[in-house]
DNA sequence: AGGTGATCATCC
DNA sequence: GGATGATCACCT
């Protein structure tokens, strides 16, 4: 087991290393078990992959990379190598959200620098066949933080005003607000519109696959 | 109770 | 075919 990396190098040098093998072989390295299919395991890649490099801040709300403050993605790749699911990013705060700024956001904090790692994912490639693809240390450019920063604006204002109801995926041009919960029958407090507490189903920000794509594209283009 | 890692299943 | 809403497993 890899202990963390101590510098962008060095991590760097652990993606190159892992780049180009397949999930069968790294599981190997590792001597952890494939399951047959991601259905019951959805996060099992993306742990695989944070135990290859020596993440250490596993199951806390810390960067992956501690030390180097950096947060490390999956981006499942199709067929034809586009990124073919939106990304995780955190949760949204449905009760602390007025008067929170976009430079204390958890999504600013989150996407500050990131390490995005292309795994193929196409549903007909068995899992243990999937191959590991060239990793990205990223920061957003100014483009990028404005589209994200209005986004966020513009959602976080509808949920202080306790509007989050009538919120959906369908709002957000590059950041959406989607449930993120064990099941549909999942609450948590919230602020309603009238400041009232009540309860809601739990909601998560997500990057669209659009907005992925093109910092890939940027890169390897 | 709510965070981490995401993909699945269905509808348009 | 792509996006939305639902769901899975495990951790702190």
């Known amino acids: 087991m890899p202990s963390p990396p101590t510098t962008e190098q060095e991590l760097l040098e652990r993606c190159r290393a892992i780049a180009g093998l397949s999930v069968a072989e790294l599981a190997a390295q590792l001597d952890v078990a494939v399951p047959a299919n991601l259905r019951q395991h959805k996060g099992w890649l993306g742990e695989l992959v944070e135990k290859a490099l020596g993440a250490d801040a596993a199951g806390r709300s810390e960067p992956d990379f501690r030390a180097l403050g950096i947060e490390l993605k999956t981006l499942p790749l199709n067929a034809q190598g586009k990124v073919q699911e939106s990304t995780w990013v955190c949760t949204v705060p449905l009760r602390a959200a007025s008067g929170l700024r976009w430079e204390d956001s958890c999504v600013y904090h989150k996407l500050r620098h990131v390490l995005w790692l292309p ?95 093109a910092l890939l594209q940027a890169h390897y283009a």
Do not use: C
Request: net charge negative; hydrophobic share 45%; glycine share 8%.
């Open 119 to 213: 795994v193929e994912a196409a549903a007909d490639i068995p899992l243990s066949d999937r191959h590991i693809g060239n990793a990205l240390l990223w920061r957003a450019d100014a483009q990028q933080l404005a589209a994200l920063q209005a986004d966020w604006e513009e959602l976080m204002e509808a949920v202080a005003l306790g509007q989050f109801e009538s919120l959906d995926a369908r709002h957000g041009e590059v950041l959406q607000i989607r449930p993120k919960a064990a099941h549909s029958r999942v609450l948590v407090y919230a602020i309603g519109p009238a400041g009232e507490p009540m309860q809601t189903l739990p909601r998560g920000f997500y990057l669209r696959v659009g907005f992925t794509n």
